[in-house]
């Protein structure tokens, strides 16, 4: 478990912690369960977070009116942030929050509209003091926290991955955390997949999510349920920076922007054979975090002057559309729905009508798989290099539990249980899971 803490007595111990699972495309919080029918002590609850949904949506939205008040700029969490974008509010949408920790974007300032400007630090301090408030028992907002993370933040690159989990950190006491423990989302998952375990046994967790995919494999069972230090049944733990955000890319750059030029030739000149046309702005249009980039002054001109680097100048004037009118997260929030409809089998058709009347274009399976097939691999391999540190074989594997929005996704699922013919399919709740385990752990920590 990696932890960062600071000294902290709080005076009423049970009630002034909890667990959050602090997604890249959603989150929950889990508190003491203080309620009179609580089944035991210790146990722990999810927080509605908006009416009855136990999980929020990672997302912002700043609105480019409207007076500061003492959290900051206005602006609005969730759901309510997505409902402003759809309606087309006039300000700024911030999802993928996460992605940023562990970058250099975290210190530098951005524009959200309104002639206002917003730190990156500042903006995931905002949505984690949404979450504690929204944690806050008889009035009192909690103290002490254990926030999940993933097995890493970025891939291969140990200071950067400290410096990402040090920035959370540092955004959680920002906003009053002043006791910060860290546990890893996939062993979390692990310890939500336990209260149900009858037996001991070894369960490969596949914690695949909106930024990372994550897998620890754990020897779980009711006797050891009981353990605080569970250091011994973590056997390894392995993960890679690829997930749903990724999948959804690659389906807009196959299923969509190819209409808008992506990969497309440019004109035929003497001599020469046709260039593709550059490909940088179809890459920032396709990330969440950058398409605001992408509708800068600045570069909305320099890519106006390049019409004639297209061959179709159709492609150029779709392009120009999305700039102009700011439909690049409408674009991205498309291809989610694809990668969605086709996650079950079968294909889909994507309306683009919003760009160009009647333009639409299919996105089959095949041409799915075709463009989410290496990272799927890249997933996969990271299970079997996670049972193999642990110096194990498949075959030792007894249950596999599936957690995380992509594991929905059935062709990811199927290739990672085809490595364990053997081992039992569990499939936990897809958003909460997670966020239920690191209350488990949360109890356990700090009940004690």
Known sequence: MASASSASSPSDPSRDFCAIDFGTSNSAVAVPDLRPDAARAGAMRLVPLEGDHPTM???IFYFAEGRHDADGPPRAFGRAALAAYVEGVDGRLMRSMKSILGSSLIDQVTDVGGGRGVKYADMLAGYLKRLRRQAALG?????RVVLGR????????????????ASLAAAART??????????EPIAAAFDFEQQADREQVVLVADIGGGTSDFSLVRVGPERARRLDRRDDILASHGVHIAGTDFDRHIELTGILREFGYRAAGPARPGQPPREVPSGVYFDLATWHLINTCYSPQRVMELRNMKSFYGDPRHHQRLMTVLEERL????????????IEVSGGGGCRIDLGLIESGLAVDL???AAVGALAGDIERIAQAGRETVAQAGLKPADVDALYFTGGSTGLRLLADRIAADYPAARQVRGDRFASVATGLGLHAARLFAS
Not at 139 to 143: C, M, Q, T
Not at 150 to 165: H, N, S
């Open 57 to 59: 949506p990672t997302a």
């Open 139 to 143: 009035g009192a907002e909690p103290r």
């Open 150 to 165: 993933p097995v890493y933040f970025v891939d291969g690159e140990p200071e950067r991955d400290a410096a990402a989990q």
């Open 175 to 184: 906003v009053g955390f002043e006791d910060v423990h860290f546990q890893f």
């Open 328 to 339: 690049g997260h409408e674009l991205a929030n498309r291809a989610e729905d694809a990668k």
């Open 364 to 366: 089959s399976e095949d």
